[in-house]
């Protein structure tokens, strides 16, 4: 039964409606600021990394995370149609990295992985059979985990999240309890209240009752509203908490608006620079675009050439502009570290409606290129010098990277790296290495520019079907971006060499179990 269920949940992502009515609210705070592109000069060429670091004691740091964009969707990175100005500045300003990845290739463990600094498999945030956390998730991100968040606010620093969490929906488990001070946001995915249709567990049921006809029937409604999406069609709830002296302070307003959705976090992302501008803060804005359904504001209706999906992209690029505006405004753009990536790449399955990975092979869900290398910028006005930098890199260093910064502790970021010598300096980049995880299970592993593939596997609902290589298959990523000849049987030295580095990494982890398989355990047990 656990096979069939696995099974029929491959389509991953094909949420759930779970709609709980609450009383809608309004928090004014966040509807004043305005939308603001902003595009700076470029900075000078050499840079005095010594004397700029050491100015820079407790430098702010901004990350922010856009959903299911794939590696082929900014201009900078070539799309040729969605015009990203703004973003292509921070490109030209700052460093570019080709060869940066996320962690897994769908959003909850990619957002662990950037949180922690810690493997999925290792924190146990990862599904074989879930992919992802679902509406009414009884656990959720634990409390034995430590976020980036919690490790700054040791240091001092204010800490904003305005965007997507999809790290569980209870209360223990909302990023105000794992170290931001205030939260504005959808807790899971923008799809996953579907109007009129079953909730997750009732999806469950469905599934484990073996009744494939109507299932079949509410996939197709749901495929159908994914093209042509409509405000009523889904019920996301948006999120407003924070930290007070004596405890918490939530509500929700559901549903929400999703065409404001970028707009208004890119409001409460502003004003929280406004407000932090004379003390170190961490500013995470994780968008909830592009992934579908896709919502853009009225003004960007019908604005680019590349369709639905490129108005949704280029919506996000002037809210990039926005904050660099807030943080030029602010007197703070020379002490703040800015990076710009995705949490996974394109949802393929959405065809028109998803993104591209550009020359890279296949998309989300998959351990080919184009589910996990994703576009990445880093910028810092008179400290990152401009350079397009294609050493690997991974959104899973960051918690090492800015500790180190910061000049803080990073020792719970078990599989993170410093990336800092390579961002301030020339030295190369400390990770050599990346292992590619599907769920719990190891697919693939690169050293250098080789990338040796155990298994391969098309993304949810897509060909290739699954294929265990008893002979692995080895690429040059270098020369063969795009995966496509296998140069294993005339390289067997290069396949040992990466055997004997996935024999160490296995070596140094322990996999925990799913957490998100649990709540199917759960589901199935006996009543
Ligand atoms: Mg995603």
């Known amino acids: 039964m656990l096979k069939h269920i696995t099974r029929l949940f491959r389509g991953e992502e094909m949420q759930v409606m779970n709609y709980r ?15 603001l592109a902003g595009c700076g000069g470029s900075p000078e060429k050499s840079v005095d990394v010594a004397r700029n670091t050491a100015a820079v004691a407790k430098p702010n740091v901004v990350i922010m995370f856009a959903d299911d964009l794939g590696y082929g969707d900014l201009g900078s990175f070539g799309h040729p149609y969605i015009r990203t100005p703004n973003i292509d500045t921070l490109a030209a300003e700052g460093q570019r990295w080709t060869d940066f990845y996320v962690a897994a290739p769908v959003c909850s463990p990619s957002r662990a992985a950037l949180l922690t600094g810690r493997l999925p498999v290792r924190s146990g945030l990862y599904g074989n059979a879930i992919r992802v956390f679902f509406p009414d998730e009884p656990g959720g991100f634990p409390d034995t985990e430590v976020t980036l968040a919690e490790a700054l606010k040791e240091h001092g620093y204010a800490t904003g999240m305005f965007g997507k969490w999809h790290l569980g929906d209870a209360p223990h488990a909302l ?28 999806l469950v049921k469905l599934n484990m009752s073996g009744d494939l006809e109507q299932r079949a029937a509410i996939y197709a409604r749901r495929a159908a509203k994914y093209a042509a999406p409509e405000k009523e069609h889904f019920a996301a709830p948006l999120f407003f908490s924070k930290v007070t002296p004596d405890g918490f302070e939530d509500s929700v307003e559901q549903p929400t608006d999703q065409t404001l959705l970028t707009q208004r976090a890119t409001a409460a992302a502003t004003d929280f620079i406004q407000r932090h501008a004379d003390k170190p803060f961490f500013l995470y804005l994780p968008y909830s675009m592009p992934h579908t359904p896709l919502f853009r504001s009225e003004a960007f209706a019908g604005r680019s050439l590349g369709g639905r999906y490129g108005d949704v992209v280029e919506e996000i690029d002037v809210s990039v502009g926005a904050v660099r505006e807030a943080l030029t405004q602010a007197g703070v753009l020379e002490n703040t570290l800015i990076v710009f990536t995705s949490d996974n790449g394109p949802w393929l399955f959405m065809r028109e409606e998803g993104g591209l990975s550009g020359l890279l092979r296949d998309g989300k869900g998959t351990t080919f290129e184009g589910g996990v290398r994703v576009p990445a910028v880093f ?10 930098v294609s050493d690997i890199g991974s959104a899973m260093d960051l918690f090492s990277t800015v500790m180190t910064l ?10 993170g790296l410093d990336l800092s010598p390579r961002l301030l300096g020339s030295a ?25 593939h155990f298994i391969t596997e098309g993304a949810y609902g897509l060909a290739p079907a699954k294929q265990e290589h008893t002979v692995p298959q080895l690429f040059h990523l270098q020369r063969d971006p795009a995966e496509r000849f296998d140069v294993a049987l005339s390289h ?23 957490l998100f398989d649990a709540r199917l355990a759960a589901l199935m047990a006996p009543q």
Request: aromatic letters at 12%; charged letters at 20%; hydrophobic letters at 40%.
């Open 21 to 35: 009515r609450l009383l809608p609210t309004v928090w004014l705070g966040f509807l004043s600021a305005s939308l």
């Open 175 to 202: 990023p105000t309890r794992h170290g931001f001070d205030e939260w504005v946001g959808v807790p899971y995915s923008n799809d996953m209240n579907w109007v009129g249709e079953p909730d997750f567990e009732a």
């Open 379 to 388: 910028s810092w006005p008179g400290t990152i010098a401009p350079e397009v």
């Open 406 to 415: 910061v000049g803080g502790d990073a020792a719970s970021a078990t599989d």
């Open 428 to 452: 190369p980049s400390p990770r050599n290495e990346m292992p590619y995880y599907r769920g719990g299970v190891l697919y693939a592993y690169r050293k250098g520019p080789w990338k040796l």
């Open 492 to 514: 067997p030295e290069v396949v040992s060499d990466i055997q004997a580095a996935v024999t160490a990494h296995r070596e140094g982890l322990t996999i925990a179990p799913s």
